[in-house]
């Protein structure tokens, strides 16, 4: 296979023979390949290195490779990723596709379909790194909530303080709380999810932004209606 420019896969897989495996045949078909041995270490390597394409595996260390995939799908609805995992079940499989991957393969595999696979994903992605795959209904360009209205393609909100500019990770959380609309979310899964962070991180940094965000949408933020405490879990996001 001959590539005029070369892409970049980024294997994160804990099994080092079958990530270094990947990465030699990978790097014969003519792709640029880097390796991340946990899920924490995969997040960094996305965020420094844009990869064209992740292989991701579901039991990893630190962070499993499902919370990995949700924390990029909340900023990267198009990166092409493909779950390869010992996990095979129908159940694993619903669950990886409703979280966002694009193809999934179970353990053991067969290297020319797992090969194949890959050059079908990232023939998706155009020379501008656009892909041909209809855009998920999971987040529509504005969510309002109240009289409160997010626009997501402008990272804005109108709100009682006005229209105000969102931050990145604003953003990212917000999406985060209105995918899982209605089910408390607790401080650890939301560091996970919306940081990359271990459970066995100490940080005030969810609170903080829970603090801003009754700022900013609710009408008495000592009596929240819309981002709500709950009690030795964490916060919940719902309205009517």
């Known amino acids: 296979m001959k590539h005029t420019e070369k892409k970049r896969i980024l294997i994160i897989e804990d099994e080092a023979h079958i990530s270094e495996g990947l990465k030699l045949n ?27 394409l992740i292989v991701l595996d579901i039991m990893l260390p630190l962070i ?21 995992s010992a996990k095979s079940s129908a159940d694993e499989k619903v669950r ?37 795959r209809p855009k998920t209904d999971a987040f529509p360009n504005t969510y309002t909530f109240g009289e409160n209205e997010i626009d997501f393609d402008t990272a804005t909100a109108r709100c009682r303080m006005g229209t105000i500019d969102l931050t990145g990770q604003e953003v990212k959380l917000l999406k985060l709380f209105i ?30 932004f829970i603090v801003r965000f009754r700022k900013y949408f609710e009408v008495n933020s000592k009596k929240p209606v819309y981002f709500k405490s709950r009690r030795s879990v964490g916060y919940v996001f719902d309205h009517d």
């Open 96 to 132: 990886g596709f409703s979280y966002g991957v694009d193809d999934y393969l179970s353990k053991p595999f067969n290297l020319d379909e797992f090969l194949m696979r890959v050059e079908r994903l990232l023939k998706r992605v155009s020379r501008h790194g656009t892909q041909v």
């Open 179 to 208: 995918a899982n609309r209605g089910k408390p979310l607790s401080r650890a899964r939301l560091l996970e999810i919306g940081w990359g962070y271990t459970h066995d991180t100490s940080t005030r940094t969810v609170d903080n």
């Open 26 to 52: 990978l790097t014969l078909q003519g792709y640029d390949v880097e390796i991340a041995a946990d899920g924490s270490a995969g997040l960094r390597k996305w965020k420094s290195w844009h990869p064209d």
């Open 64 to 84: 499993d490779g499902f919370s990995v995939l949700r924390n990029i799908r909340l900023e990267d609805e198009w990166l092409p990723v493909l779950i390869l």
